[in-house]
């Protein structure tokens, strides 16, 4: 990232070691907000869009004259932002620069199980890895991150995360911002923490996983954007390993939520504020008026806790996130339409199946992460209802690969406006029942399992995550099933 203004060591708040660290400092915004570059692509003779990918590893300047050890894709942070289009074949040929094995898994894509990237894609150091798929989804706010299991948390953490952003004509021909890194901006957070020879660590864990002090936007430290149009589009991804933010402007002013994980709501939801878990995304649109500035900040979420929703559940402290400066004149656009996208209703009824899965300890209906068994037998066209409960009265959350789903309800009553739309990964505040609704479509293989899981990353490591495949009727799995594989 660039850097700003000269600060010395000791002012900077990440130099703390020993001891747990979860409270943000205070953060001066003098370093213009860093944007990943788009990916560049060719196209092959076969139409097929070829992107590629080196996870590699570097150093990185987050603060004058302190170098820190990071792992980059193509570079020393984070990754390129990749685009494609619904209905383009897309490649990406991702080669391994660093000493240890990883994967790439696309978090948010429907695409064939053996293109995921998961724990059972690993490529190894010095190897390549080249999926390729069709993209048939709605727009949407896509990212990608390594999945080796135990160690995702580990690999996120040192910078290897990027966005996917997937596009089409319907998305397009809104009257939403859309120029990239000026009035469309991605903003990829997370929390960092440092030690005192500016290493990043990991091991200030508190319930949830290791709380970082600090906050990074796309890389960059106290970040801040200048703004040139009246509306300015945030395409927010909570790339954080643990931490859960509740985002809200300094001033109060409201926005309009228009996207959540899977695409575009049915209409724009009008919020003060927003939460957001990681691995959760959200694309806001805020208004600015000439010469103005507001603070996007994340305030002590709601986490659904009773007594301390405190540091232990990373959600103790409010802090400052991002700075937005208008400029004196701005280039006036379009409102936010009142209608964005229609979206088809899954209706639970229509269920073959209804699951139940309980989160509770590092588990999920009692079983821990096993590669070799595999948990839930699903039937290729199948729509099933998956009723998801945190047993504990802690924070977790939940990701399943493959689809987007519907929150059908929550303790039976309809989901806030926020949640209507096509999501992968949802907060779940504890005890309460959530019943998700998802149609399995396209891609069956009697081999290659997808994963569900808390997208904690450590609990995700220590082995809250399960594994499920997707079948035609009639087809066996390859695989061996384990005793609690419910069909
Ligand atoms: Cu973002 Cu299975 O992960
Ligand atoms: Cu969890």
């Known amino acids: 990232a660039a850097v700003g203004v000269l600060a010395g060591c000791s002012m900077i708040p990440g130099l703390l070691d020993g001891g747990r660290v979860d409270t943000v400092g205070a953060v001066d915004f003098t370093t213009p907000l860093a944007i990943p570059p788009l990916a560049p692509s060719t196209v092959d003779a076969d139409g097929t869009r070829v992107f590629e990918l080196t996870a590699q590893s570097g150093s990185t300047e987050f603060h004058p004259g302190v170098t820190t050890a990071t792992w980059g894709f193509n570079g020393s942070y984070l990754g390129p932002t990749l685009v494609a289009q619904r209905g383009e074949k897309v490649r990406v040929d991702i080669g391994n620069e660093l000493a240890e094995p990883t994967s790439v898994h ?287 009265d802690r924070p977790h959350n939940f990701h399943i690969h493959d689809v987007q789903f519907q929150i059908a309800s929550i303790d039976g009553s309809p989901p806030p406006p926020e949640l209507g739309g096509w999501k992968d990964t949802i907060y779940l505040p504890p005890q309460r029942r959530f019943e998700l609704v998802m149609r399995f479509e396209d891609y069956a293989s009697a081999e290659h399992p997808f994963m569900h899981h808390c997208h904690l990353l450590w609990h995700e490591d220590l082995g809250m995550m399960g594994q499920f495949v997707v079948v035609k009727p009639g087809q066996h799995v390859t695989m061996t099933p384990g005793e609690n594989a419910d069909h």
């Open 106 to 392: 696309w978090h948010g894509m429907h695409l064939p199980a053996a293109m995921d990237g998961g724990p059972h894609q690993m490529i190894e150091p010095g190897d390549d890895w080249s999926p390729s798929w069709t993209i048939d989804q709605p727009a949407a706010t896509l990212w990608y991150h390594p999945h080796p299991h135990g160690e995702t948390e580990e690999h996120v953490r040192h910078g290897l995360a990027g966005l996917f952003y997937v596009q089409d004509s319907e998305e397009d021909a809104l009257p939403l911002p859309h120029e990239y890194g000026v009035d469309d901006v991605p903003l990829i957070v997370q929390d960092a923490q440092f030690n005192s020879t500016g290493e990043l660590k990991g091991t200030n864990k508190g319930f949830v996983g290791a709380l970082g002090n600090e906050i990074l936007v796309n890389g960059t430290a106290g970040p801040y954007l200048d703004v040139s149009t009246e509306l300015v589009r945030l395409r927010l991804l909570n790339a954080s390993t643990a931490r859960t933010y509740s985002f809200r402007f300094s001033d109060d002013r409201g926005f309009d939520l228009v996207a959540s994980d899977g695409g575009l709501l049915e209409q724009p939801a009008a919020l003060e504020h927003l939460r957001l878990s990681p691995g959760e995304r959200a694309e806001i649109v805020v208004r600015m008026l000439p010469g103005e500035t507001t603070v996007l900040r994340s305030v002590k979420p709601d986490l659904g806790i009773d007594g301390d929703g405190g540091a232990q559940n990373g959600g103790a402290d409010s802090f400052d996130v991002l700075e937005l400066r208008a400029a004196a004149a701005l280039e006036s656009v379009a409102s936010v339409p009142p209608t964005l996208t229609s979206i088809e209703r899954l209706d639970p009824a229509d269920a073959a199946t209804t699951r139940e899965l309980e989160l509770d300890g590092y588990a999920i209906n009692g079983e821990s992460m096993d590669m070799g068994r595999i948990d839930q037998v699903v039937t290729l066209g199948d729509t099933e209802v998956w009723n998801v409960v945190n047993d504990m």
